[in-house]
């Protein structure tokens, strides 16, 4: 299994609440992406990375912001959460060259 | 505009049997596509690569085809178990795409019942 975590693993929140979902990698993989997934719906992505100090905008649109301040660490995060910011949230990351990509568990989040 | 189909949203077989599951895409130019499996509440788990100049590809119970001529995979699992059941996610790159990155699928959640 792939060395890729993500914290929390489940977040419930009030609205308007800043909060950081967590990314870490021990892989030295340079790519990195952030998803966003809804039951029974496809994978959209939201932000990727092509490595240090490096950070793209996705398909779709997100309020969230990401940084790449390391090669091991890729967080995002929400200023101002609200109701339509509930989902899942899935990190994956990939080797450069590579076609495979690894994902963490994934964090549950649900703002109320 | 892009689409990438799976079958059903859900296929639902009896132990031993083989699972057919089918991706089909639009509007795609894939150099290559892959197959994950992904748990209830988990992360997608990658299961196998096939290039667009490959017809089949095999590893263990599961066998991936790919026609760029149909712009369609399937994948199959033999003597299908319980343990195989899950969503299966179809992805692809595309080569109008940067940074490698995949276009994933809805998935057909499969169970195999005993």
């Known amino acids: 299994e792939a060395d890729i975590y993500q914290t929390p693993r489940y977040l419930v929140i009030g609205t308007g609440k800043k909060i950081t979902l967590e990314c870490s990698q021990t892989?030295?993989?340079?790519?990195m992406y952030w998803y966003q997934q809804d039951p029974g719906m496809e994978l959209h992505l939201i932000h990727y990375?092509?490595?240090?100090?490096?950070?793209e905008k996705g398909d779709l649109s997100s309020e969230s912001t990401v940084s790449r301040i390391r090669t091991e660490h890729f967080p995002l995060t929400l200023e101002s959460a609200r109701p339509s910011h509930t989902s899942q949230y899935l990190c994956?990351?990939?080797?450069?060259?590579?076609?495979?990509?690894?994902f963490g568990p994934g964090t549950r989040l649900t703002v109320l | 505009s892009q689409k990438i189909e799976q079958n059903s949203e859900a296929l639902n077989i009896q132990e031993g049997k083989t699972a057919t599951l089918t991706c089909n895409y639009t509007?795609?130019?894939?150099?290559?596509l892959q197959w994950y499996r992904q748990d209830p509440g988990r992360g997608p788990v990658f299961l196998l690569l096939?290039?667009?100049?490959?017809k089949e590809k095999r590893k263990e119970r599961l066998k991936v085809t790919f026609d760029t001529t149909l712009k369609q995979s399937l994948f199959h699992i033999t003597a299908s178990q319980p343990a195989d059941s899950a969503t299966y996610l179809c992805?692809?790159?595309?080569?109008?795409?940067?940074?490698?990155?995949?276009?994933f699928g809805r998935g057909t959640q499969l169970t195999v019942w005993p």
């Open positions: 994956a990351s990939i080797v450069s060259g590579g076609n495979e990509q690894f």
């Open positions: 992805a692809l790159d595309d080569r109008g795409s940067t940074l490698g990155r995949l276009y």
């Open positions: 892989m030295g993989h340079d790519k």
């Open positions: 096939i290039r667009e100049n490959e």
């Open positions: 990375s092509y490595g240090v100090n490096s950070t």
């Open positions: 509007n795609y130019s894939p150099a290559y």
